[in-house]
């Protein structure tokens, strides 16, 4: 199976979990290669939210960038990856990527996606959203990202947080071909036994879909 390479950016909105079990996730696999880039104020949220130090999180990573190397090899379309996901995305790094301010290697990483039309995907975290941000959103959608905001999905009935981030970015990567079986329930359709009552991975109905 040929290399996958996938950047992930973590910038500072609340959620840096999701970026760090993504690197683990990744890390897990054959044949994928990760470059990290993670914004100033997504390290002080790593810190805050989850007690890792930097050298704890650039471990889970193939490679890793600074956010300000703007001449990082990933800054560049003719370096090739299949795509990017920011997890978590601050509202502020996606009005960048809406706008096409590349000032940061994340947004530029972005940018190169965009416009090479690999894949990104926001994962988008503030509440509640004024106007701006929903037109944002739109913008970005319109020029190709994918916002997908880190939403549990209580139909798969999460047990732990880890639950509930496990499935989240299982999903995501699913969208890139990755082979996230194990963590990612298909949705059997309602009328599976038991489904109702007793949850879907209890009854050995995930990846049935
Ligand atoms: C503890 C903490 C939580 C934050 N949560 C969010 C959030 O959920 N969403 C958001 O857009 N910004 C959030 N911010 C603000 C961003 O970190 C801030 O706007 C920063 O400038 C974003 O820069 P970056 O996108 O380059 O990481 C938070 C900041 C802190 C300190």
Redesign the pocket.
């Known amino acids: 199976m040929a290399m996958k390479k996938i950047i992930i950016g973590i910038?500072?909105?609340?959620?840096a979990v999701y970026g760090v079990h993504m690197l683990k996730m990744l890390g897990g696999m054959e044949n994928v290669q990760t470059h990290l880039i993670v914004?100033?104020?997504?390290w002080?949220?790593i810190r805050?939210?989850l007690g890792m130090d930097k050298r704890a999180v650039r471990a889970l990573a193939d490679h890793v960038h600074k956010?300000g190397d703007i001449g990082a090899c990933i800054a560049s379309g003719s370096f090739r990856v299949d795509g990017m996901v920011i997890a978590?995305c601050?509202?502020?790094?996606m009005a960048s990527i809406a706008n096409g301010i590349c000032g940061?290697l994340?947004a530029r990483a972005a940018d190169v996606c965009l416009k090479e039309r690999r894949r990104l995907v926001l994962m988008v975290?503030?509440t509640p959203l004024h106007l701006g941000h929903i037109r944002n959103m739109a913008l970005v959608t319109e020029i190709g990202a994918i916002v997908a905001p880190p939403v549990p999905a209580f139909y798969a009935k999460p047990k732990s947080i880890e639950d509930m981030v496990d499935q989240t970015v299982a999903n995501i990567l699913d969208g890139f071909g990755l082979d996230i079986q194990e963590h990612l329930l298909r949705w059997p359709g309602l009328k599976q036994d038991g489904l109702q009552q007793n949850g879907l991975k209890q009854n050995g109905l995930k990846d049935k879909g």
């Open positions: 910038s500072g909105a609340s959620g914004s100033p104020a997504g002080m949220n805050h939210e956010d978590p601050s509202v502020k790094t940061t994340i975290r503030e």
